[in-house]
């Protein structure tokens, strides 16, 4: 099946990217979506730009749009819509346990008139997490809730000893309610390698921001 990967930057919807294409769908495109007056991706806080670089150390093209949340539905409706003369047949999702997000994603995906895929649902969430750390992937957070992770993991590499952290401070190992996002740098799929050479953490809001300020990306 030719499908495009809903794609935020983070480990979550990197990992269902990575099983769907092991599950033999091909991945087209990765669509995501910034926020037209910050021209980042919504709660990550990651830039536009740091997504496109993801896009081409990957080497699967991106769809990328600016949305205005009040719009959102109608923009995702027509960004992917412009891919199905492009043979498009589905798309894939992260999520693995909030119904609210899957009936969502599954009723717009229909009424666009492609497959919403979803290769994390219903999986422990531990698993999830060790699953990425296991395969190779190496991700870093870039936003947390300030009234549950401290600002010393904000930059941190998603390993054993942060989901350790998790574990003891209560909050689901994935962040699955928002605790906290990341940035994918590496892994199986990428053809490049992304790392962080200067970066900038501020409070906003009641969130932990870090603001990759340079980095560079090498052959692996």
């Known amino acids: 099946m030719i499908v495009a990967a809903s794609w935020s930057g983070g480990k979550d919807s990197c990992l269902a990217c990575y099983k769907a294409m092991q599950q033999g769908h091909k991945v087209s ?5 910034v926020s037209k007056q910050y021209k980042r991706v919504s709660f990550h806080g990651t830039t536009a730009g740091l997504i496109a670089e993801q896009s081409r150390s990957i080497g699967i093209p991106l769809l990328q749009r600016e949305t205005i ?4 539905e109608e923009q995702f409706k027509a960004a992917i819509g412009s891919l199905l003369e492009k043979g498009l047949e589905g798309m894939v999702f992260g999520d693995i346990y909030l119904q609210e997000h899957r009936d969502w994603v ?8 492609v497959k919403a895929l979803e290769p994390l649902w219903k999986m422990n969430t531990t698993d999830v997490y060790l699953e990425f750390v296991n395969l190779g992937f190496k991700a870093v957070v870039v936003s ?7 600002r010393e993991w904000l930059g941190h590499i998603i ?3 942060f989901l350790e952290y998790l574990k003891r401070s209560g909050i689901d190992p994935c962040g699955e309610n928002g605790e906290y996002h990341t940035f994918v740098t ?3 799929i990428f053809n490049k390698q992304i790392t962080v050479l200067k970066k900038d ?4 809001d009641g969130h932990w921001l870090m603001d990759i300020q340079d980095y560079i990306v090498e052959n692996k």
Do not use: M
């Not at 949340?69 to 959102?72: L, M, N, R, V, W």
């Open 186 to 188: 590496d892994g199986p």
């Open 159 to 161: 390993d054993k000893s």
């Open 106 to 113: 599954e009723r717009v995906c229909n009424e666009i008139g």
């Open 29 to 33: 495109y990765l669509a995501n979506f």
């Open 69 to 72: 949340g009040t719009d959102y």
């Open 144 to 150: 947390a809730k300030s009234d549950l992770i401290g």
């Open 201 to 204: 953490i501020v409070l906003r």
